[in-house]
């Protein structure tokens, strides 16, 4: 393997999707800055990205926080290309709207700006989310890259997650202005729910309301139907939109309409020991049905997703079992 295919910057690295780019970065060779918030009282254990193969010869971990957006600016100085993953979670809305949108919009300029500034920085991958695209009144439509969430409707209905959604709209819509009026290359990644395996040692918020029935508690985000990506699915694309030479605007990113049906009887067939839902339990039950998001753009321009709904599962069970959340 050569050296380093170059620097690039990861924000929000612990998360579920962050920590899957870096171990996918540093497996293609780059080197990577990551940032993790520092937390006064308590240090964060980032052994399970230390111990990544490659991380002790090519992986820095610094601090910063979208609160402070100039706090950035050493991760991203002699990096060629930043993966802007961190991103305010509230879903149980301890904070209001505008202070998490500000807090997501001004961060996420702040480190534009930084990239900017640094003359190094060829291109930005954003990471904003299906809640930026799905939200248009009409749910059982196939969506395209070309329709945005009604923020309107979203403050008007205060439906789950409405401001996570309100926030990633607004945020995604920011930074692709900023990139058209600064000649900044700005590329957005738009995932569905993403499910599989995770390094991370927190269960994944997309990983526990797919698999809600078998955590024996019903989430706020049940699902008659829902679309559905692998983890290692997302972090290639990322990598892929990084290294296109001509990308343009948003992509999703997203493999299957997924049935709760569908899904319950992959896990029974494949884990009996666990009590999953009948089928006319869920017949009756009630839940969002998520729209399906086309990925045409990006398959189009020549990415292929590798992995099916049982891999996702599968991926995503074993981990739990293995940490002990099941």
């Given at each position: 393997m050569e050296e380093s295919k170059g620097r690039v910057c990861v924000t929000g690295g612990t998360g579920f999707i962050g920590s899957w780019i870096i171990k996918r970065l540093l497996e293609d060779g780059y080197s990577v800055n990551t940032t993790i918030r520092s937390h006064p009282e308590h240090k964060k254990d980032v052994s399970f990205l230390t111990n990544l193969p490659g991380a002790s010869q090519r992986l820095q971990i610094l601090n910063a926080d979208l609160n402070e957006p100039e706090s950035f600016k050493e991760a991203i100085e002699g990096c060629l290309g930043v993966f802007h993953v961190a991103t305010p979670m509230d879903f149980e809305e301890s904070e209001p709207e505008?202070?998490?949108?500000?807090?997501?919009?001004?961060?996420?300029?702040?480190?534009?700006?930084?990239?900017?500034?640094?003359?190094?920085?060829?291109?930005?991958?954003?990471?904003?989310?299906?809640?930026?695209?799905?939200?248009?009144?009409?749910?059982?439509?196939?969506?395209?890259?070309?329709?945005?969430?009604?923020?309107?409707?979203?403050?008007?209905?205060?439906?789950?997650?409405?401001?996570?959604?309100?926030?990633?709209?607004?945020?995604?819509?920011?930074?692709?202005?900023?990139?058209?009026?600064?000649?900044?290359?700005?590329?957005?990644?738009?995932?569905?729910?993403?499910?599989?395996?995770?390094?991370?040692?927190?269960?994944?918020?997309?990983?526990?309301?797919?698999?809600?029935?078998?955590?024996?508690?019903?989430?706020?985000?049940?699902?008659?139907?829902?679309?559905?990506?692998?983890?290692?699915?997302?972090?290639?694309?990322?990598?892929?939109?990084?290294?296109?030479?001509?990308?343009?605007?948003?992509?999703?990113?997203?493999?299957c309409l997924a049935t709760l049906e569908h899904v319950s009887e992959i896990v029974s067939a494949k884990y009996p020991e666990f009590q999953t839902p009948t089928i006319d339990s869920l017949k009756e039950g009630t839940g969002s049905k998520f729209p399906y998001l086309s990925s045409k753009k990006l398959t189009d321009a020549g990415f292929e997703c590798k992995y099916g709904l049982e891999q996702m599962l599968v991926g995503a069970i074993e981990c739990c079992k293995e940490k002990g959340y099941l």
């Open positions: 505008e202070i998490v949108t500000k807090r997501s919009i001004d961060g996420a300029l702040g480190i534009l700006k930084a990239c900017l500034n640094s003359k190094t920085v060829k291109r930005v991958v954003y990471t904003s989310s299906s809640s930026a695209v799905s939200h248009i009144g009409k749910e059982d439509e196939v969506k395209d890259e070309t329709l945005w969430s009604d923020v309107d409707l979203l403050r008007t209905s205060k439906r789950y997650g409405w401001s996570y959604a309100v926030s990633k709209t607004l945020t995604e819509k920011a930074v692709l202005e900023f990139g058209e009026q600064n000649a900044l290359d700005v590329v957005t990644v738009i995932p569905t729910s993403v499910v599989g395996p995770f390094i991370c040692p927190k269960l994944p918020g997309s990983v526990g309301s797919t698999l809600y029935f078998l955590f024996g508690k019903k989430h706020p985000l049940c699902y008659l139907q829902r679309p559905m990506v692998h983890v290692d699915d997302v972090a290639r694309a990322h990598i892929f939109l990084l290294e296109h030479p001509n990308p343009e605007g948003r992509y999703n990113c997203s493999t």
